[in-house]
């Protein structure tokens, strides 16, 4: 199965639990206002948020669609439309192209949502395109932590850049750029220890990171990405405000969207921050990334066949 058909796999479940909680609310050959607010009760109730709910709404509203076609039919494709025409200004597959100046890229992210795995990944398509790839272990609070990292780079054959556990992440992160700019490095990956938004010195111990790049290169890091988990719900929505406060988030990655996780989520988000999204996890493996693609989103999410 390739990635696509994963995605579509994984979305199925929730796909149709979709499309069918619409077809329970258009069941009339015309679409009423009372119709109109149902739908978008219903777009708020799958997380798509009400700002693009509202706006979907009034779009099926203007459509006065002819009550001869199938509705339910053209509803699905103004929705789909919708979600392409949201989500396209935010791509960004650039981020995975080979960089000829080092490109430092901070992954963040609260507890569990798969930044070290998403590192892996990442690294696996960047490795692909000829880059050389760095990893720089700077969760060195919990000593698997770094078994984990040091397990993927042997994976997928990177380097890494890792100290004892209970060493100082913000002196790891310097080490790993310092080494990677001597030896031509196109990117370097920073692991951060999962950590809750509002525990402040963890907090503290982040923001340091990304300044003790800086020393080195006062555009580091190149990237911040903030790592979410599509089955966190509207709780993502928090995450995002809390860590772009501290560091500007610059591209977003949803994890674990295989399975019965819904992604309205990232309607709202992109409706809301406008953030790049940069890839979407759908597994464990090294494989289980798509590059964010706004059509292929959109045809998964809005699945009619
Ligand atoms: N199903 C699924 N599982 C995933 C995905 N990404 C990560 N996981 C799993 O989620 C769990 C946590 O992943 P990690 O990569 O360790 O998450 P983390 O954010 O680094 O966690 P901490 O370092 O403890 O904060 C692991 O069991 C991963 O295999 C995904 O896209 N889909
Ligand atoms: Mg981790």
Not at 204 to 224: C, L, R, S, W
């Amino acid at each position: 199965m390739g990635i696509f058909d994963k995605f579509k796999f994984g979305f199925k479940k929730s796909a149709s639990a979709f499309t069918s909680g619409l077809k329970d609310i258009i069941i009339k050959k015309e679409i009423d206002d009372k119709t109109l607010d149902q739908i978008e009760e219903y777009l708020i109730q799958s997380d798509v948020g009400i700002l693009a709910a509202s706006e979907i709404k009034n779009i099926i509203a203007q459509e006065k669609i002819d009550p001869k076609k199938n509705i339910m039919n053209e509803i699905n494709i103004i929705l789909k439309n919708y979600i392409f025409s949201l989500m396209k200004p935010l791509e960004k597959e650039i981020f995975f192209d080979r960089k000829d100046n080092l490109n430092a890229v901070l992954i963040s992210g609260v507890n569990g949502v798969g930044k070290t795995t998403t590192i892996g990944k990442i690294g696996k398509i960047l490795k692909s395109n000829g880059s050389k790839v760095m990893f720089a272990a700077c969760d060195t609070f919990r000593a698997a932590a770094i078994e984990q990292l040091e397990s993927w780079a042997k994976k997928i054959n990177v380097e890494i850049i890792k100290s004892a556990q209970g060493s100082d992440p913000a002196s790891v992160a310097y080490k790993a750029i310092e080494e990677a700019l001597k030896n031509d490095f196109n990117h370097v990956l920073i692991d951060t220890a999962g950590r809750l938004q509002n525990k402040k010195n963890l907090m503290e111990e982040y923001k340091k990171i990304a300044n003790v790049t800086k020393k080195i290169d006062p555009n580091a890091p190149h990237d911040v990405i903030l790592v979410l988990d599509a089955t966190s719900g509207q709780n993502v929505i928090n995450q995002v405000e809390e860590f772009n406060k501290i560091i500007p988030i610059t591209g977003l990655i949803m994890t674990k969207l295989d399975g019965t996780a819904k992604g309205g989520i990232l309607l709202a988000l992109a409706k809301k921050y406008k953030l790049p999204i940069i890839a979407l996890g759908l597994g464990e493996k090294e494989d289980d990334l798509q590059i964010f693609d706004a059509e292929k989103f959109a045809e998964a999410f809005i699945q009619t066949n």
